[in-house]
């Protein structure tokens, strides 16, 4: 099946994801401060061995269980952001050591997230909620625990500040040589497959290399302007993002991420 035909059907079974408004975010960001360093990997070996801060990070997941008023605009989008990164931290922190999130079972599709007073999968906030209305800005925000994942940011994302702080993740993202590469003396760019993953959300925005010219290091935008910039990728690691040993040596290749 053509990869834009795949997606397009695998959006069909997907429902809408109501996230409550009022998210209290604080504890969450406290957690990310004490447990995420400056390269975005997690100390999971510690949080896992704290039982009061693995139970805060459940208490405030909570939080996106309940009904009743749904949040809108800025406040939905950094509340499913927040969402789907905590889960993930959640559910890593839960089933440590694994060298990587794709060695436990079905951690995308399966429907084990309560969020607005429904079951939801990780795949759900993602692709029927955040990439049809938050748009390509949603792949440098995302983290699904790996280490070809843009680094996770120190802070939870915030109403107030969104636009600002994704802004700061792709410019943290693009900016690190191990994820995405811009070789001025071989006039190309060599960069994360999440940019050939999901094109079609990046063509929506004036196609990859704008978004690459918006972020990208300014040594880098000179290369990027030249119509014969060559454009690769980079093979994905879906080794665990884990600041120990594990997930240092994984090289098993995921073919059914979609």
Not at 1 to 26: E, K, R, T, W, Y
Not at 50 to 73: P, V
Request: net charge positive.
């Amino acid at each position: 099946m053509p990869f834009a035909l795949m997606l397009f059907a695998q959006s069909l079974c997907l429902g809408a994801v109501n996230v409550p408004a009022g998210i209290n975010h604080d504890g969450y960001d406290g957690l990310l401060k004490k447990y995420v360093d400056q390269n975005g990997l997690v100390a999971y070996e510690k949080w896992k061995a704290n039982a009061e801060d693995r139970k805060a990070l459940t208490t405030y997941l909570e939080q996106f269980g309940a009904g009743g008023s749904s949040a809108s605009g800025n406040e939905r989008y950094a509340s499913l952001i927040n969402a789907y990164n905590a889960f993930v931290l959640n559910w890593i922190v839960q089933n440590y050591p694994t060298e990587s999130i794709w060695a436990l079972k079905n951690s995308f599709k399966e429907k084990r997230h309560k969020v607005g007073g429904e079951m939801v999968s990780l795949n759900d906030i993602e692709n029927s909620a955040l990439r049809p209305e938050f748009g390509y800005r949603t792949h440098a925000v995302l983290v699904c625990a790996a280490r070809s994942c843009p680094p996770l940011q120190r802070s939870a994302y915030t109403r107030g500040q969104l636009v600002e702080e994704c802004d700061h993740a792709y410019r943290v993202w693009l900016g690190r040589t191990d994820l995405n590469e811009f070789l001025v003396d071989k006039n190309e760019a060599v960069i994360s497959s999440i940019f050939k993953w999901f094109k079609g959300d990046f063509e929506k925005a004036g196609g990859v290399k704008a978004i690459l010219l918006k972020y990208a290091p300014a040594p880098a935008k000179p290369l990027l302007q030249k119509p014969d910039c060559k454009i690769s990728y980079k093979p994905y690691n879906w080794g665990l993002n884990d600041q120990g040993a594990h997930g240092r040596n994984w090289k098993q290749t995921v073919f059914d991420f979609f």
